[in-house]
């Protein structure tokens, strides 16, 4: 993966200045710490940080193809799955390759596809290519929304970047906030409405969406979308294409030039990846390498509940002693929780996940000191209808978004001023009911069918790209690559069309997927029941945010406290009451450190608030 960045400027006496681009350049080097370079013509500049994974000899970018007459340059981020069979085709159309790198082939493919060639490509990726004699700026992102591109449109020009900090490391843009803003994080934090920045005047270029940008603007489309459609396959021809997808988009995302290794949690989704790479790699007599996170002395404070009845470890090493892998097992405490809060915010430029994030953080740290890219198993609970709220009748069938049912709660916390100009109930509601209208569902389709069609576009455009924008960020800040085989479209389109009795399986949380891999996994894995990403229990972490959150409410003037009042917050502190903020991810602690992150970021990013 990769760090890009771009300006396009039609002000003809408005040069792009090279210390500009050196400056955003530097903000994204995290993001790729191999190699970078800068390409400049007349009204463009195109920036590029490279974490080398493909031929790292010929994969250098800025990649400049001249054919039929056009000269095209690209900055790309992402892999492609389906680079071998893109290139085959390409050679049967009269092109040549110097290297391997899928870099190489998406560069030919756009020069002779044009835009359609996104419909073509497998793979997560965001990127940009500069057509000189056309003059104008062509922009995609995959179909998930994996890879992230956010962008800000002034006048007569674009600024574009992987992350927001490479947009207000130009000097022309301030970070400003306002209500709406505000209402992004207090309402819908740390989740964001599809192609909001918070940000005022930065935007993010929506999954599936491409366009172009020349001197008429800047004109986007959708390429893509979740359609339904009549399932006529058997159950065992179903259960047979699942093991098929699956197994197929695991094995394409462990090619790499560089060391692989996969997270392994116990957990059903990356023992089922960790079990294919085992013997992906068996095969070529490599090692598998596995990575797991535990914090310190949990076992000593954790407390089993409906949604979490078990702890990781004793799965883990059932699954490691299954795969006689290469385990590395990191241990966090809970000072490093508190501190990694704020370098999160550095990462993700928002409050987020408080210390589900942090935690990810201070993993991937670690998981880079032994391997390069990593496989890990999110989203396929969205995709095969893994969460409480695909099965729970009560918590399916009742309005709004699932895992945040609590905006009166949130907006208690909002001073005054904030809480009489902001419609909360209003703000949240006209979200969830644009996102149910978009959703495509067969006429005749009609109560729970219908509802959990409903369940899987609420998670795929909310919650899933609020977990993917977790994992690049955390990830990509310590150069990690972490691949998602579960979001190949692929497995999502044939997925959307299984009806709910084959996913659920023995009336039991992602049957489907079990049943189709079963013969991959130990009996007490392949049915344990699901477990979320693992978080602290021990008091020691609640004590130490508390003690942080009580420093800024007697601070003046902390930032904080600009938008959120500062008695919601003391009441906080004072409750034994856990209520959730955002789904059984984050309660009370997670709530605390949540606004520890908000005066984190208010503060170093110089926000002002208007």
């Known amino acids: 993966m990769c760090g890009i960045a771009g300006i396009v400027d039609w002000q003809s006496n408005r040069k792009i200045q090279p210390k500009d681009c050196e400056r955003i350049r530097d903000t994204l080097i995290h993001r790729g710490p191999d190699q970078n370079d800068i390409y400049f013509a007349e009204n463009v500049a195109l920036i590029h940080t490279r974490l080398s994974v493909i031929d790292l000899l010929h994969g250098r970018q800025p990649m400049t193809l001249t054919r039929n007459g056009e000269r095209f340059s690209l900055i790309y981020n992402g892999e492609l799955y389906n680079t071998e069979e893109l290139r085959k085709e390409l050679l049967s159309l009269g092109h040549r390759f110097i290297g391997h790198a899928d870099t190489e082939v998406l560069l030919h493919a756009y020069a002779q596809w044009g835009e359609h060639c996104v419909q073509r490509c497998n793979g997560i990726f965001a990127f940009a290519l500069w057509e000189t004699k056309k003059q104008r700026l062509f922009l995609a992102r995959d179909r998930i929304g994996v890879k992230p591109l956010f962008y800000c449109l002034q006048k007569n020009?674009?600024?574009?970047?992987?992350e927001i900090k490479a947009l207000l490391a130009h000097p022309d843009l301030d970070a400003v906030i306002d209500?709406?803003?505000?209402?992004?994080?207090?309402?819908?934090?740390?989740?964001?409405?599809?192609?909001?920045?918070?940000?005022?005047?930065?935007?993010?270029l929506p999954a599936a969406t491409c366009g172009f940008y020349d001197r008429e603007g800047l004109k986007l489309k959708n390429y893509w979308q979740m359609k339904d459609r009549v399932h006529h396959d058997s159950f065992g021809d179903t259960v047979e294409n699942v093991r098929f997808l699956v197994t197929d988009a695991i094995e394409r995302q462990l090619v790499s030039d560089v060391p692989v290794g996969t997270f392994l949690s116990g957990g059903l989704d990356?023992?089922?990846?960790?079990?294919?790479?085992?013997r992906y790699f068996g095969k070529r007599d490599i090692p598998l390498q596995t990575f797991s996170v535990e914090y310190k002395d949990n076992g000593k404070f954790f407390q089993a509940s409906k949604f979490q009845p078990n702890s990781d470890e004793a799965y883990v090493l059932r699954?490691?002693?299954?795969?006689?892998?290469?385990?590395?097992?990191?241990?966090?405490?809970s000072g490093e929780l508190v501190n990694g809060l704020f370098e999160a915010v550095e990462a993700r430029d928002l409050p987020g996940m408080a210390d589900v994030d942090a935690s990810l953080l201070l993993f991937c740290k670690k998981i880079k000191e032994h391997v390069t890219v990593a496989l890990s198993g999110e989203c396929a609970d969205e995709i095969f209808g893994g969460y409480?709220?695909?099965?729970d009748r009560e918590i399916r069938e009742r309005y709004g978004?699932?895992?945040?049912?609590?905006?009166a709660y949130r907006q208690s916390f909002l001073t005054e001023e904030f809480s009489a100009s902001i419609d909360a109930e209003a703000y949240v509601d006209e979200r969830y009911r644009q996102t149910i209208a978009s959703c495509s569902v067969l006429p005749d389709t009609t109560g729970e069918?219908?509802?959990?069609?409903?369940?899987v576009n609420l998670?795929?455009?909310?919650?899933?790209?609020?977990?993917?924008?977790?994992?690049?960020?955390?990830?990509?800040?310590?150069?990690?690559?972490?691949?998602?085989p579960f979001c190949d479209y692929r497995i999502a389109e044939y997925l959307y069309g299984v009806p709910w009795a084959y996913k659920d399986y023995q009336d039991t949380e992602k049957g489907l997927l079990r049943l189709a891999m079963k013969d991959l996994l130990p009996e007490e894995v392949l049915w344990r029941k699901k477990s979320p990403y693992p978080k602290t229990h021990h008091p020691a972490y609640l004590a130490a945010v508390s003690a942080r959150l009580r420093e800024v409410i007697e601070d003046p003037d902390a930032p904080l406290l600009r938008i959120v009042k500062k008695s919601a917050l003391e009441n906080l502190l004072k409750t034994d009451q856990s209520l959730p903020w955002y789904g059984q991810l984050m309660t009370t602690p997670q709530t605390i450190a949540y606004f520890l992150q908000i005066n984190h970021w208010l503060k170093k990013y110089r926000i002002k608030i208007v």
């Open 179 to 204: 209500k709406d803003s505000v209402a992004e994080i207090m309402l819908i934090g740390p989740g964001r409405t599809p192609g909001c920045g918070v940000f005022r005047n930065i935007a993010e």
């Open 270 to 278: 990356s023992s089922i990846i960790s079990s294919v790479a085992g």
């Open 459 to 484: 998670n795929l455009h909310w919650f899933m790209q609020t977990l993917l924008d977790r994992k690049d960020r955390m990830s990509m800040f310590s150069g990690l690559e972490v691949r998602v």
């Open 401 to 407: 978004f699932p895992w945040a049912q609590t905006t």
């Open 388 to 391: 409480p709220w695909y099965r």
């Open 449 to 455: 069918e219908r509802r959990l069609k409903e369940m």
């Open 319 to 333: 699954m490691n002693r299954f795969l006689n892998a290469k385990h590395h097992r990191v241990v966090l405490d």
């Open 157 to 162: 020009r674009l600024l574009f970047g992987s």
